[in-house]
Each structure stands twice: as structure tokens, then as C-alpha cells.
Nanobody
Framework: QVQVVESGGRLVQAGDSLRLSCTAS?????????MGWFRQAPGKERDFVAG????????YYAESVIGRFTISRDTGKNTVYLQMNTLKPEDTAVYYC?????????????????WGQGTQVTVSS
């Protein structure tokens, strides 16, 4: 059973930067895992933001965050990061970290088996 715990969300102003962290534990075969960040705004679906393969570090982003967000991982710390720059009010959401046992980045939320509790990011205008 894999556990993931997010941290780093807070209230920021438009144009600010913020880094979210996601620490994973309990997995025996992390090199075979893919990690993803999703976000869910009030009244909306939980949408894919970015993903990364644990082993090779291949990344993929939602079009809305390309050029502003960067996903990375530190295999020694079992931690995945989401660096968010030039934040906009529309980035306001609860951000979730998720893990799936399998290679290949998927954008559908149901492809991921393990989820964190989420961390709130609020961007004021």
C-alpha cells in the first residue's frame, strides 16, 4: 500500500510562485510507478495538471500550465515536486498528488490508485 502526502499549499497573490511537495512511502517498486498532480476547483472536476515517471523522469503537462509549472522528483527522498510560477487566480484549487503502479503517464484520474488528501492553493487577484 502506497501512501502519498502533499504539502506546501497556501494563499498567494497573482504572479507569485509556489512549490508543492508530495512524499510517497510504502511502495516496494517505486521505479515502476508514475506520479501525477491533479487539481480540483469548487464545483469542477478533478483535472490532470502534470505527471512524471519515477524511473526516467519523463514529464507531461496539461496545456494550461505549460511554461509555468514544472514537475520534478527526488528519488532519494521519495518526493515529487510541483513548482508553480506566474500563478493566476484560475489556478486556485485543491491540489492532489497521486500514484499509479505502472509506467507511462496517464491523464485520467481513475488511472491512479493512490491519492493524498490534497493541499489548498489560493491565488488572489
Amino acid at each position: 500500500q502506497v501512501q502519498v502526502v502533499e504539502s506546501g499549499g497556501r494563499l498567494v497573490q497573482a504572479g507569485d510562485s509556489l512549490r508543492l511537495s508530495c512524499t510517497a512511502s510504502g511502495g516496494r517498486t517505486f521505479p515502476n510507478y508514475t506520479m501525477g498532480w491533479f487539481r480540483q476547483a469548487p464545483g469542477k472536476e478533478r483535472d490532470f495538471v502534470a505527471g512524471i515517471t519515477w524511473s526516467g523522469g519523463t514529464t507531461y503537462y496539461a496545456e494550461s500550465v505549460i511554461g509555468r509549472f514544472t514537475i520534478s522528483r527526488d528519488t532519494g527522498k521519495n518526493t515529487v515536486y510541483l513548482q508553480m510560477n506566474t500563478l493566476k487566480p484560475e489556478d486556485t484549487a485543491v491540489y492532489y498528488c497521486a500514484a499509479r503502479d505502472g509506467l507511462g503517464i496517464k491523464t485520467g484520474r481513475y488511472e491512479y490508485e493512490f491519492w493524498g488528501q490534497g493541499t489548498q492553493v489560493t491565488v488572489s487577484s
